[in-house]
């Protein structure tokens, strides 16, 4: 066995078959239900927990986030929005037009995390103004919770693609 059919038994590109597609699904996933607007939820029950200066922390970590999202967001939200269509366009036609495998996979893992972005946009619009420590950790606790819903529904419908990948075209190919 050669180096180039070792790195390509490895890194194979029939992603709903491969075991590391779905350790970067999960991972991902892990990740953006943690990190709500940029900050880790911990802090979140850290603050409801001590209070004091680790509701503080809090406050400081999600004003500088909320601030960098909505700057963000005000800069380049149509380039990054017109970028965004541009990618998944791409990606769409050459999953399911040109069926591409690893382009579904993609897209099964992008279109979700665009829901996300978007979930957290609001979030941020939503906690411009300052709120009571109260009022900002059930803000962000219902954002995680829309998150994970997201999440939840993401994986659900990969793994349904993923078994009809497999079932359908893993004997022919």
């Known amino acids: 066995m050669d180096l180039f059919s070792l790195i390509f038994e490895l890194i194979d590109l029939r992603s709903f078959s491969n075991l590391w597609y779905w350790i970067a ?8 239900s943690h990190w709500v607007l940029g900050v880790p939820f911990d802090m979140v029950a850290r603050a409801a927990k001590h ?3 680790a509701a503080q922390d809090l ?8 601030n960098r999202l909505l700057y963000i967001s005000e800069v380049s939200g ?4 017109a970028f965004a269509f541009f990618m998944i366009t791409t990606l769409v036609l050459l999953g399911f037009y040109y069926r591409v495998e690893f382009a579904q996979a993609v897209v099964l893992m992008l279109i979700p995390m665009y829901v996300v972005g978007l979930i957290n946009l609001r979030a941020a619009r939503a906690l411009r103004t300052p709120h009571d420590i109260d009022a900002l950790r059930k803000r962000l ?4 919770v829309l998150i994970q819903l997201v999440g939840v529904i993401s994986i659900f419908v990969t793994a349904l693609w993923g078994m009809y990948q497999n079932l359908t075209f893993g004997a022919l190919g």
């Open 51 to 53: 209070g004091g200066s």
């Open 78 to 81: 149509f380039a990054l929005t």
């Open 25 to 32: 699904l999960a991972v991902l996933w892990s990740s953006a």
């Open 141 to 144: 606790t219902r954002t995680r």
């Open 59 to 66: 406050e400081d970590a999600v004003r500088v986030q909320v």
